[in-house]
């Protein structure tokens, strides 16, 4: 039926269909940023992602800097200096799939080795592909493997740093470098992989783009050592809701809380201050900030607001949110660190401070991970006058009255062992009660089973003796099995240890120690540690001697300083001797010391803790030098 209510159906003939169709396909691609391209075509996925759903960059707004900067022409060298879990990963990959669809050409992602680039491919690109109806369309997916994905007009090669000849493929116009901080130093034998991947890019001198993040690492790495080679460095500024005033948020100088509060409490009352107004800025405030900020060239050294501010693409009015400084801008660095990120909180930062401050190790996570800055990585050479400063108020044998507990240490040597014992306070206060030198393993044994005396005349005994094990292994493992209830056998362990020590189990056929734990000693991280806390004031959570120290004891624990070696092409802090013939023993000592210390819980005592057993408790303390609730300690 035709009539008003039902017009006539438009037949359209089918070679003007196909014509209309062909013509489509001829369409160039909508000129769009990077950013637009993602708010546009975009999916996230809750298993990969924090949001699931379409990308908004509004809620990370910082990374729209980032991400259109890509689309500059003048910018051929981007790189991202990023704090963990800020979404700079996702903005990496909106890139690629904007080379995808809008700009395609021959791709490579370089991953700090095999196993990464192969898990990304399959839980974070491929599903990235899949979910995004206009990359699907280009995916051939029968000719792809997890290491080349091939699209209709273009390839991408994912390719680890550790191997010369993934990343030497071919020619590529993108490089996009992930973890630069993690990548090994060398390609195997060959040149660094940022060298390498360099080179993938001769052919496309006049249209490549090479684009690295990473959270940094050393101030020394290769990642790193970009910042030196960058055309401009930009931070990003945003807007003091009291005052209107523009700065970066710094956590030095900027985040505070009360006076003596604890982790947890920092956690809810720390806060933001403003430089200028000293007004208080909190979660509510950030977000409005954040959206409202953008990045803006600053001078390298002094991190402070370039002179003569040039809007972004050469107009008055930036075409996204980055103002530069007058000149070159072929290669540009962007930092930031977690302030100004929506998923970590102000309090959450403070926490973490306090919670890692007093241990070197972790302070550099921190820093790395949260600050997004590099690990200054100084030298440690300290003179032997430093142990002399240490000196406490309370002579050699006497345990300070606000000691908890006695541990104890043992260097073996070919022909004499030297021995420390040292007391425990909470924070890892300690004090050297009394260390010398004894002409072989069982003299000690009467000099770790005498009684120690506070000044009120409370008795201490050495709970728990850590023996070195390197040398005269045999004697030793016999030593420790027949003082089990207070000797434990101990060995140094390798520079690339992740933890302060390991345990293990001794199965050597015929010993009278097997199945006796034996302990892996990460000796450089406990040095670190010992010398850090060797530099504060004598007080709380520092490393004293007693008032009687001899300068052969100083000289020793002195003897080592922290260095920087290369480690299968990896930058690896160490220490080494001063001097070829200087003598180390005692710090060996103290280094067993502090660990039979960690194996008690050291770091867990408190400051209501009940005293130490007296005398007339000593059997108790004597064997139960391993807790009653099964060896937690373990």
Known sequence: MVGPKYPARKIVPIWQAWLQEALLGLKPPDRLTVSEWADKNRILDSKTSAIDGPWRTWRTEYLRGVMDAFTDPEVEE????????????????NILGYIIEQDPGPTMIVYPDEKFAKRMSKTRIQPMIQACPTLRAKYIEEESEDLELHFTDMVLILAWAGSPAAVAGAPCRYIILDEVGKYPTRAGKEANPIALAYERTKTFENSRKIIGASTPVLETDQFYRRRKMADQVLRYFVSCPHCGCERQMSFRG??????????????????????????????????????SGRWRAVHPDTCELAIGLAAAGGSSKPVYPIEFAPGSRRAIWLEMSSLISPFVRIGEMARNFLRCKDYPEELQNFINSSLGEPWRNTTIDLPSDIVIKRQSEYPEGIV???????????????????????????????????????????????????????????????RLCAVDSGDQTDDVYDFCSMNPDWAIPVKG???????????????????????????????????????????????????????????????????????????????????????????????????????????????????????????????????????????KWI
């Open 254 to 291: 900027g985040v505070k809380w009360p006076h003596g509060c604890d982790p947890s409490e920092a956690y809810d009352l720390a806060y933001y201050e403003c430089k200028e107004c000293h007004g208080k800025i909190n979660e509510a405030h950030k977000s409005g900030m954040v959206r």
């Open 78 to 93: 981007l790189w991202f200096c990023k704090p963990a879990q800020c979404g700079g990963t996702e903005a990496e990959y």
């Open 493 to 631: 362990g390798h520079a690339t240890m992740q933890t302060n020590f390991r345990i293990s189990i001794i199965d050597k056929v015929g010993s009278r120690a097997q199945g006796t734990r034996l302990v892996t000693v990460n000796g450089a991280s406990y040095k670190t540690t010992i010398a850090t806390r060797m530099q504060r004031e004598n007080g709380r959570g520092s490393w004293m001697v007693h008032a009687e120290c001899d300068q052969d004891y100083a000289n020793q624990v002195t003897a080592e300083k922290l260095d920087v070696i290369d480690v299968n092409g990896r930058e690896v802090k160490t220490w080494v001797k001063k001097s070829s013939h200087a003598a180390n023993h005692y710090l060996d000592a103290e280094v067993y010391c502090f660990c039979a210390a960690d194996l008690l819980q050291v770091r867990f005592l408190d400051d209501d803790e009940s005293e130490e057993p007296t005398q007339e408790q000593e059997p108790q303390s004597k064997n139960n030098w391993v807790p009653s609730n099964g060896g």
């Open 400 to 462: 300070p009255p606000d000691a908890l507990m006695l541990t104890a240490g043992v260097d073996v040597q070919k022909d004499c062992v030297y021995w420390t014992i040292r007391a425990w306070a909470p924070l890892l206060t300690s004090w050297n009660v009394a260390h010398g030198q004894c002409l072989n393993l069982w003299d000690i044994e009467p000099i770790m089973n005498q009684v120690w005396r506070k000044p009120n005349g409370e008795q201490y005994l050495v």
